[in-house]
């Protein structure tokens, strides 16, 4: 479906204090919105997708491969697939991700 409404994503707890809705998706890409709450984490993993993320809100540590970086509000990242990451949220935090191929694993 073209059209989804906010309401319809599925909130999942990915770890604790993290929580994602699969936003929408097509063949070939992903829309999710993650709510990291303060200290939350999302430890270190890689995946083959590409990532695409911005912050909406809070602050973030995040770490790809060997960068660290402190982000704030409409800062943003690309992860290519395979490279190792983590998330730590410093304080609550809003953040869209895009993901290519697909994310099988996110559709609900």
Do not use: C
Not at 19 to 39: D, F, H, P, Q
Not at 91 to 101: G, K, M, N, Y
Request: zero cysteines.
């Amino acid at each position: 479906m073209a059209l989804k409404r906010w309401t319809e994503a599925k909130p999942v707890e990915m770890v604790p204090g993290v929580v994602r809705r699969t936003l929408n998706y097509g063949e070939r890409t992903l829309l999710s919105e993650v709510t990291m709450e303060a200290g939350a984490v999302v430890p270190w993993h890689s995946h083959p997708h590409e990532q695409i993320g911005y912050l909406i809100s809070g602050r973030l540590l995040m770490e790809v491969g060997d960068e660290k970086m402190e982000l704030g509000p409409g800062d943003t990242w690309l992860i290519p697939g395979g490279v190792p990451h983590q998330a730590t949220a410093i304080e609550r935090s809003l953040v869209i991700d895009v993901f290519s191929p697909v994310r099988e694993e996110y559709i609900d």
